[in-house]
Structure formats: structure tokens, C-alpha cells
């Protein structure tokens, strides 16, 4: 079964670390790029981040610039989002994604930023 | 930066009409890196249809794209009780490579 499964989520205090994680099964990892999209509560799709497939590329929202690194590691079919330096307004469920074109999304991991 | 600005904001409308939803780019946008995403509460986004006018597998015929450069739509021909949902566009072909639009709720009149 194609599919790409979100985990790492969870509450974390302002200033503080979290790494998401994404392992996707039943296709070709290596070859695509992927990405991480977030959603604040009640709030619209954000992109944060992409990285191609060979990692060569990468690429961040302005928002999380010089706070959240995307690495990948292509042996074990996954993608990580290092998120670091946490705020509050980073509170919302993060969704791996990708290929853009094949549409496949995680189920999303909720991360939450409070004190 | 591209910015995709969609509208309405709303669109309140009964079963059976039919839905037209507008995306307008900041900057040219090549047909081939625009996408519509349909979001239920609490699900993740599905993709509708990508290169503006190509349908992603399973999707209904009555989903529709359209459009080029700076300009795009999404139509859906007759709206089904499922349909009523948020709907997204997202250019992906330009850096930074992935923004959305900012929504188009289309609700129960």
C-alpha cells in the first residue's frame, strides 16, 4: 500500500525542540522530492519546507528560516523536519507530503507549543 | 514569492448547482505546477487536480480546472452533498515551491 506516515508530534514549551518524522512505503522514495505543510488551528495550509531527492535542494517558509532543517535519508524511506526554537505561533498539525503530483499526504502529527 | 489569492471566501450554495472557484497569482504561473486540493475538518487535504486542468485518479468528472498564467478555476459541475468543503490552490513549480492560496469555503446554502 502506497502511503506516507506522520509521527513526532506533541507539546513542547516556547524555545524548545521537536523532530518530526515521515517514513513512506509501497513506492520510490528516492526519486521525488518531498515537503511539510502546516495548518494552525482554524487556519489555511502553510507550506514550510521541501527537499529534492537527492537533498541537493532545500528549501524554507520565511517563517521558519534559521529555526527548522529537512533532511531525508533515502535507506529508510523517510523525511525529518528538526524543528528548533519553537513558538508559540508554530502550534499546528504538521502533514508530510509528496510527490506534489501523485497527492500523498500523512494523516498529520499535531504539535503543540505552550508553556 | 507567488502569492495565490482565491475567491470568494465563501460560497454558500445548494446540492445540484454549480460551484466556480477563482485563482489569481501574483506572477505568472506555469499550467503545469498549479494544483486544487479539496479539506474536510480534521482530514488531510485531497488532491483534486493538478496542471491546472488534470484530474488526480478517482476523482469525479465533474471536477474541473482551468486556466493559464496568472488566472485559474476550479468548477464543479454539479455540487454533491461530499463537495461541500474547503478547497485550496497551490503553485509548485516556482520558488519557494509549494504555497497555497488562502481557501474557498464552499458551504450549504
Known amino acids: 500500500e502506497v502511503q506516507l506516515v506522520d509521527s513526532g508530534g506533541g507539546l513542547v514549551k516556547p524555545g524548545g525542540s521537536l523532530r518530526l518524522s515521515c517514513v513512506a512505503s509501497g513506492f520510490t522514495f528516492s526519486t521525488y522530492s518531498f515537503s511539510w505543510v502546516r495548518q494552525a488551528p482554524g487556519k489555511g495550509l502553510e507550506w514550510v519546507s521541501s527537499?529534492?531527492?537527492?537533498?541537493?535542494?532545500?528549501y524554507y517558509a520565511d517563517s521558519v528560516k534559521g529555526r527548522f532543517t529537512i533532511s531525508r535519508d533515502n535507506a529508510k524511506n523517510s523525511v525529518y523536519l528538526q524543528m528548533d526554537s519553537l513558538r508559540a505561533e508554530d502550534t499546528a498539525v504538521y502533514y508530510c507530503?509528496?510527490?506534489?503530483?501523485?497527492?500523498?499526504w500523512g494523516q498529520g502529527t499535531l504539535v503543540t507549543v505552550s508553556s | 514569492e507567488i502569492v495565490l489569492t482565491q475567491s470568494p471566501g465563501t460560497l454558500s450554495l445548494s446540492p445540484g448547482e454549480r460551484a466556480t472557484l477563482s485563482c489569481r497569482a501574483s506572477?505568472?504561473?506555469?499550467?503545469?505546477?498549479l494544483a486544487w486540493y479539496q479539506q474536510k475538518p480534521g482530514l488531510a487535504p485531497r488532491l483534486l487536480i493538478y496542471?491546472?486542468?488534470s484530474r488526480a485518479t478517482g476523482i469525479p468528472d465533474r471536477f474541473s480546472g482551468s486556466g493559464s498564467g496568472t488566472d485559474f478555476t476550479l468548477s464543479i459541475s454539479r455540487l454533491e452533498p461530499e463537495d461541500f468543503a474547503v478547497y485550496y490552490c497551490?503553485?509548485?513549480?516556482?520558488?519557494?515551491?509549494?504555497?497555497f492560496g488562502q481557501g474557498t469555503k464552499v458551504e450549504i446554502k
Open positions: 527537499i529534492s531527492g537527492s537533498s541537493t535542494y532545500r
Open positions: 506572477q505568472s504561473v506555469s499550467s503545469s505546477y
Open positions: 507530503a509528496g510527490p506534489w503530483e501523485h497527492g500523498r
Open positions: 497551490q503553485q509548485y513549480g516556482s520558488s519557494p515551491p509549494g504555497t
Open positions: 496542471g491546472a486542468s
